[in-house]
T-cell receptor, first 113, second 116 residues
């Protein structure tokens, strides 16, 4: 059962454009929402993360927007660059038990030159 | 400082064969994890370890076993491989549980396993 739904599955953006990836969750017992970036042949790496008591977090060109009432959060990449071409995963952490992360299905982003 | 190293990087197995995937980290991390990554499924936790000599089941543990005899190594075993275990396997490690805020997890480069 997929508890974190991610869209789109793939995305093509022109250099300098804005890339937007959306995630929605069902379980209200999530309390931490990280995004991971994965380049081909590499393992995922933490990109940026947010807690639900904050509506927005920005780090450089990367911004997470969080809508707690709608149970949705999104990643915005401003001024997208070819070097941003990668697969992006959203995740949500359960706040019970081992507090494991539930990952979205991933979005393959291609930024064209 | 190599970080997290997985061995092997690629492997093809026949149904019913066994194999062990090795994960080694040189960062003195307590926590280690094995994930599998399948198209359209994201990352799913197979097993994890919170310290030397301890292991626990994750979301999809069936068909796998693990051991953490040394702090720096975390082994994932397939006793009788099945085609459903065709996947990319990632090992990760962290100082404490990386599922908490601001705790970085470091992933290996992955092992692509095909079971025919």
């Amino acid at each position: 059962q997929q508890q974190v739904k991610q869209s789109p599955q793939s995305l093509i953006v022109q250099k300098g454009g804005i890339s937007i990836i959306n995630c929605a969750y069902e379980n209200t017992a999530f309390d931490y929402f990280p995004w991971y970036q994965q380049f081909p042949g590499k393992g995922p790496a933490l990109l940026i993360a947010i807690r639900p008591d904050v509506s927005e977090k920005k780090e450089g060109r990367f911004t997470i927007s969080f809508n707690k009432s709608a149970k949705q959060f999104s990643l915005h990449i401003m001024d997208s660059q070819p070097g941003d071409s990668a697969t992006y995963f959203c995740a949500a952490r359960r706040n019970t038990g081992f507090q494991k992360l539930v990952f979205g299905t991933g979005t393959r982003l291609l930024v064209s030159p | 400082n190599a970080g997290v190293t997985q061995t092997p990087k690629f492997r093809v197995l026949k149904t019913g064969q066994s194999m062990t995937l090795l994960c080694a980290q040189d960062m003195n991390h307590e926590y280690m994890y094995w994930y599998r990554q399948d198209p359209g499924m994201g990352l799913r936790l197979i097993h994890y370890s919170v310290g030397e000599g301890t292991t626990a089941k994750g979301e999809v543990p069936d068909g796998y076993n693990v051991s953490r005899l040394k702090k720096q190594n975390f082994l994932l075993g397939l006793e009788s491989a099945a085609p459903s275990q065709t996947s990319v396997y990632f090992c990760a490690s962290s100082y404490s549980t990386f599922h908490r805020m601001n705790t970085e997890a470091f992933f290996g480069q992955g092992t692509r396993l095909t079971v025919v």
